[in-house]
């Protein structure tokens, strides 16, 4: 009943665009439900396919590309399971940071929405008057987004359990970044630094000023030196668990500003970039050539994704996403809402949900626009070629004369409407500090 059930919609729905279906394809109808990716119809309304044919004789008339870069430019423009225009579509090419898009599914999935990283915060010694006798052990755990609110936040939580000195050294161990710096001994002078506000330079005090009215500065003074161990002192005590920001907010912070270092953090949790490879490409059901990378971030010209894949990923990100009460603005930025990071200085189309990917000689766009005569539609676009703001212009362009053409959405969907009224994630609340010690 359920199968007739959804073949019977997904045949009425093309039928009502214009598509005509024979009976014998509704099992494939109903297998595109399950595998958002696949094509099964070509749009019989001309609007994508004028539309990129006016952008390729723009991009040449303007002399962004000559003939025989042409074959180096690939778009793909996807309604449901109708394809709209497809130049070279299922050729993998270098995509920057489209790459991204698949690091989101597969940490989406691997981890679930609401994941959060810990770091513990520890003690080799016992704590007298205020003052730790022994060090302070800081076992990192993936956080990709410990930055200075989190750390101001831990301090202040140190200094809500009395404790305002350390005796020894500061210790760093295990998977542990501050404000995206890798190196754990950078990143440990960092936190020795927004432990202590009488240390603080101009990074810190901004911050500190950006936090809500009335945040302590915390007062951690750290005798000893930040040092680096490869294991944990077992004789220690566990102080505090902090937690990360719920993965969805982590993985809409690495998109709105395309943030390398949290990319490569996230690829690394589920096991590098080449597990990401090969679970984005199934999650897509796209063939495991269109996805082709050597990180999770897309720095590097090898990083070879097709607009079809990037399309594909989208779409299987926002049923991911949908089944946990999300959807893909809660995990990109959005026209209309996050006027930050990577959609500054956009032209977009109101509610069009995005990422952007940026090398020396590639720009690239790709995400979602609502319409009004055929709802979702799934767009990649990559360019190759060195005016990286032109393409940008003529990409904004390109989604604005298709739109004009469908007709603008009377409303923004529910699909692509964020679940909160915050544009900011809530960094350094002192909540998701559990004081775990009981002396």
């Not at 998109?255 to 270092?261: A, F, I, K």
């Not at 607009?307 to 209309?336: I, K, Y």
């Not at 703001?389 to 390109?398: E, G, I, S, V």
């Amino acid at each position: 009943m359920l199968e007739l059930l959804g073949s019977g919609l997904v045949s009425l729905w093309l039928e009502m665009a214009g598509v005509n279906i024979k009976p014998s394809d509704a099992l494939e109808a109903l297998t595109w439900q399950s595998s958002p990716g696949l094509v099964i119809a070509t749009d019989p309304n001309p609007a994508g396919a004028n539309t990129l044919k006016e952008y390729l004789q723009g991009l040449l008339k303007s002399q962004l590309i000559t003939e025989n870069l042409t074959e180096s430019q690939g778009i793909w423009i996807q309604s449901g399971p109708m394809l709209m225009a497809d130049h070279q579509g299922k050729t993998p090419l270098s995509a920057a940071s489209l790459t991204k898009i698949a690091t989101s599914l597969v940490a989406l999935k691997t981890w679930g929405p609401n994941h959060q990283f810990d770091t513990m915060i520890s003690a080799t010694g016992p704590i007298v008057n205020g003052v730790v006798q022994g060090d302070l052990v800081i076992t990192g755990g993936g956080d990709p987004m410990f930055v200075w609110e989190e750390a101001i936040a831990l301090g202040n939580t140190l200094n809500k359990m009395g404790i305002k000195q350390i005796k020894g050294n500061l210790v760093i161990t295990g998977n542990f970044a501050m404000n995206f710096q890798r190196q754990p001994l950078l990143a440990g002078q960092m936190l020795r630094q927004a432990l202590n506000s009488k240390t603080w330079t101009r990074p810190a005090t901004y911050t500190h000023s950006i936090m809500p009215k009335g945040t302590p500065k915390p007062q951690v003074a750290i005798a000893g030196q930040v040092k680096v161990a490869a294991q944990p002192n077992p004789q220690q005590t566990l102080l505090i668990r902090h937690r990360s920001l719920p993965m969805h907010q982590l993985v809409k912070e690495m998109n709105v500003y395309s943030n390398n270092e949290m990319a490569q953090m996230l690829a690394e949790s589920v096991g590098g970039h080449t597990v990401v490879q090969l679970k984005a490409a199934q999650l897509a059901n796209v063939p495991q050539t269109e996805i082709q990378l050597i990180n999770g971030s897309g720095l590097g010209q090898e990083n070879r994704i097709s607009p079809r894949a990037a399309c594909a990923m989208l779409m299987a990100l926002q049923q991911e996403a949908a089944a946990h009460q999300l959807n893909l603005a809660d995990l990109f930025p959005t026209s209309g809402f996050d006027q930050r990071g990577t959609m500054q200085y956009r032209n977009l189309p109101g509610a069009t949900v995005m990422k952007t990917g940026t090398l020396r000689d590639v720009s690239a766009l790709a995400g979602v626009v609502p319409t009004r005569d055929r709802g979702l539609v799934w767009f990649a676009i990559i360019n190759r070629g060195s005016q990286i703001t032109a393409f940008r212009n003529q990409q904004d362009k390109l989604l604005q004369r298709l739109v004009q053409q469908l007709e603008v959405a009377p409303t923004v969907p529910t699909s692509l409407t964020p679940h909160t009224t915050k544009s900011l994630p809530d960094l350094g609340n002192i909540s998701r500090q559990e004081i775990v010690y009981q002396g």
